[in-house]
């Protein structure tokens, strides 16, 4: 579900994560999103589920993805990984399925030591469950805290990986204060100004 992209762009390396450095490097990762309502699937697994935040993300003027974060009467704030929750990606762009699922565990690991019996079985669960994607598109994950990650794509349902560990570090590439994306991640959550 993340942005792949190729082994020559490193951004935490070539930008050094400060956010004035990526405007003038073209990268815009966040810009605040319209309310918008919860989708059928994210009802079904939140009934009375809202939208908390949102935002756009850009890679060198290219629009790559809209993200949502929706969640019930709890909200999510620094404890993310404790409350069920969804997010909703709509591409923008066509991405491999197969690349959206290393680029996801690359970002993963940003979290955590992640050995490579878990990283070949995570990678090869998403590469069954993330089909590749077209402009219009929409990835949905459901975040079943302690349990699973379900996933939907265009409203269907995919499938799930019913792990613990998993779960908390996919929804952490967005959520997580380690996530490659602090702004977005400030939108999400709701706290950009």
């Keep these: 579900m993340p942005l792949p992209h190729g082994p020559l762009v490193n951004r935490r390396q070539a930008l050094g ?5 990526l405007a003038l490097a073209g990268w815009a990762p966040a810009v605040q999103a319209q309310e918008r309502a919860a989708p059928p699937e994210v009802l079904k697994e939140l009934p009375g589920a809202r939208m908390q935040g949102g935002g756009r993300l850009r890679f060198f003027g290219m629009h790559l993805y809209d993200i949502w974060l929706f969640t019930g009467a709890q909200k999510a704030a620094a404890n993310w990984a404790a409350v069920p929750l969804a997010l909703e990606i709509e591409y923008a762009r066509a991405f491999d ?3 959206i699922a290393e680029r996801s565990l690359k970002e993963m690991r940003r979290q955590a030591e992640i050995n490579d019996e878990d990283g070949g079985r995570w990678t090869g669960a998403m590469q069954v469950l993330f089909p590749d994607v077209r402009a219009g598109d929409r990835l949905t994950g459901v975040q079943r805290p302690g ?10 349902y995919r499938g799930e990986v019913a792990e613990a560990l998993f779960t908390r570090l996919f929804f952490g590439i967005w959520l997580s204060a380690r996530s490659g994306e602090p702004l977005l991640r400030e939108a999400l959550l709701g706290s950009t100004p």
């Design 97 to 99: 399925g197969d690349s």
């Design 17 to 21: 994560g400060a956010a004035t450095a």
């Design 147 to 156: 349990q699973a990650a379900r996933f939907y794509f265009n409203g269907q």
